[in-house]
């Protein structure tokens, strides 16, 4: 069978033999430009850092693409302005989703703990 093993892709093990899971090699066809592969995730995350993206100032153009099914690998392109690098975006938009997501978690905690503890009277 040409099937992946599918045990590597969705266990995260912390081996030297697995290939590192984010690279960043910069175009040499557009000014500031870079490609980000990332390894073992699919368009979730992707769709997620591309909308991240479009929201800051300096980021002049960002898209992903998963190049085959059969692989779980990204690829996420970025072009910046001058005022920013490409590295500095990716890991700015790595940091807001971290903070939206942690904001999210809060909030859902304390709607939920809300809610347990305003309906338990009436079991």
């Known amino acids: 069978?040409?099937?992946?093993?599918?045990?590597?892709?969705?266990?995260?093990?912390k081996c030297h033999h697995l290939p590192l899971s984010v690279t960043y090699v910069r175009e040499t066809n557009i000014a500031?430009?870079?490609?980000?592969t990332i390894q073992r995730e699919g368009h979730t995350l992707s769709n997620l850092l591309e909308m991240q993206?479009?929201?800051?100032?300096?980021?002049?153009?960002?898209?992903?693409?998963?190049?085959?099914?059969?692989?779980?690998?990204?690829?996420?392109?970025?072009?910046?302005?001058?005022?920013?690098t490409r590295i500095q975006a990716y890991n700015q938009a790595i940091n807001d989703l971290d903070n939206e997501?942690?904001?999210?978690?809060?909030?859902f905690e304390v709607q939920?703990?809300?809610?347990?503890?305003?309906?338990?009277?009436?079991?």
Do not use: W
């Open 1 to 13: 069978m040409n099937a992946p093993n599918l045990f590597q892709d969705f266990v995260a093990q």
């Open 53 to 84: 993206l479009h929201r800051d100032p300096d980021v002049m153009f960002s898209g992903y693409k998963v190049p085959s099914p059969l692989e779980l690998k990204v690829e996420l392109r970025i072009q910046t302005t001058l005022q920013s």
């Open 112 to 123: 939920g703990s809300a809610l347990f503890f305003s309906s338990r009277f009436y079991f």
């Open 101 to 107: 997501l942690e904001h999210l978690k809060l909030q």
């Open 32 to 36: 500031c430009a870079g490609r980000f």
